[in-house]
């Protein structure tokens, strides 16, 4: 979730560091990773600062009590020496090669990148972060440069980073992934921090059983301590705390390998700042020592109980967007268990049936209290669509793929448990 380009050139190393977070003696729980970028005071990687040694061996030092891995975002500008120090404090590392708009900048991290492979043989190389998502390369050029780098160095595995819905969406890449590399994050959906997790996880059960038997990895998710809302997701130290502490008790549950968005807030980052395990100062952030103190919260995130208890299935449209509107269809579903079925939407545009929201991706899960939400305008004359029909169907029913069909085949109403229509 870095938000913008990591410059390749130019600059000093910018200000005097602040004084890490004083090392514990101990510490009950190692988290598995922790996304991370060095940058403090005024220093910015959009205007050509480098990271000299001093500055990143101090904050790495200072994470290990805290993580087994880092994961990083570039492989210039002094990025590219993490890797060796990471190393020699015995954590795993995880690189990152930031892709952008600018090829001959994409050429440079990448050759930089094989060469610190080749050296190094970190865990993983991760190349490119959210840059499809970004539309900054185009899926063949992403492929491309994962080709290129598997070439050289054989023997470190390689992947990229997106969010989970733009993965879904571009199965060829993620073929040419070693393994899949998720971002999640349920504060940017606006999910109540209450649900978030199980926002998560339901995400998380879709991106594993399109891609299986290839390893899922949580490559970024987190809550802002400060900042706006987003819809129900309420920006707070406390609700930091509380999706720290719930997330990671999910990864411990599921021996998930995952990666917390990030170790400490960056000022260059303006408006967007606030994801930070420490603060801008790396003075840890009240509470988040809960977790590493071995804090768990119990299974909130499975959403097994029936929303309205036991009963006949029951699927309702509870917000329909007007024609020409783009907003989300919203419903709720009563008396089934959320984590066992999902939501399938088609719209019907010129006389024509199309599933939503795509071809790659046509399930919708459903919320622990059976509330669902729906993206029905994905590309042509979506938002002119003139009937909508939603179906509540089992997770192991594999949906017909409509795109363009006359009418809704039989076999779908008789393996769904519950539908609801509308004529706009």
């Not at 913008?4 to 890490?20: F, H, L, M, Y």
């Not at 998930?256 to 968005?261: D, G, S």
């Not at 909508?388 to 594999?398: C, G, M």
Request: hydrophobic fraction near 40%; charged fraction near 15%; proline fraction near 7%.
């Amino acid at each position: 979730m870095l938000l913008a380009s990591i410059s390749c050139g130019g600059g000093g190393g910018g200000p005097s560091t602040p004084t890490p977070t004083p090392t514990p003696t101990t510490v009950k729980y190692r988290v598995f990773g922790i996304d991370y970028s060095p940058y403090v005071n005024a220093q910015n990687p959009n205007t050509g600062t480098v990271v000299d040694d001093t500055q990143l061996t101090k904050q790495i030092e200072s994470l290990v009590p805290y993580t087994k891995n880092i994961r990083t975002f570039g492989c210039t500008a002094g990025l590219e020496k993490i890797p060796h120090i990471a190393k020699s404090f015995g954590l795993g590392v995880y690189v990152g090669v930031w892709i952008g708009k600018d090829l001959a900048a994409n050429d440079r991290e990448i050759q930089s990148c094989i060469t610190v492979a080749q050296t190094e043989q970190p865990d993983a190389v991760i190349i490119g972060s959210e840059a499809l998502l970004r539309n900054d390369v185009t899926p063949a050029q992403l492929i491309a440069y994962l080709n290129q780098f598997r070439n050289a160095v054989r023997s470190v595995r390689v992947t990229t980073a997106d969010t989970y819905l733009t993965l879904e969406n571009n199965p060829a890449v993620v073929a040419a992934c070693d393994f899949v590399f998720a971002n999640y994050y349920p504060f940017w959906e606006g999910v109540d921090v209450s649900r978030a997790v199980a926002s998560l996880h339901a995400a998380d059960a879709l991106l594993q059983a399109k891609y299986a038997p290839k390893e899922v990895i949580v490559s970024e998710t987190g809550w802002k301590s400060r900042g706006s809302a987003v819809g129900q997701a309420v920006p707070s130290l406390e609700n930091a705390r509380f999706f720290f502490v719930n997330f990671e008790s999910w990864a411990q549950a599921g021996q998930r390998k995952t990666f917390y968005f990030e170790d400490h807030d960056e000022s260059w980052k303006g408006a967007d700042d606030g994801w930070g395990i420490w603060d801008e100062n790396l003075a840890m952030k009240p509470g988040m020592i809960d977790v590493f103190n071995g804090a768990t919260m119990p299974d909130n995130w499975t959403c097994g109980a029936a929303p309205g208890g036991p009963g006949t299935p029951e699927i309702q449209l509870t917000s329909v967007p007007p024609i020409g509107s783009s907003n989300p269809l919203r419903g709720q579903v009563w008396h089934v268990a959320p984590a066992d079925y999902r939501i399938v939407v088609y719209i019907r545009v010129s006389g024509n049936w199309w599933v939503k929201p795509f071809a790659e991706s046509p399930l919708t899960t459903i919320s622990c209290s059976g509330s669902w939400s729906a993206n029905i305008v994905t590309g042509g004359n979506d938002q002119q669509a003139t009937q909508i029909a939603a179906f509540l169907i089992p997770s192991t029913y594999n949906p017909p793929i409509l795109l363009g069909a006359q009418s809704l085949p039989a076999s779908l109403y008789a393996n769904s448990v519950a539908d609801a229509s509308v004529n706009r």
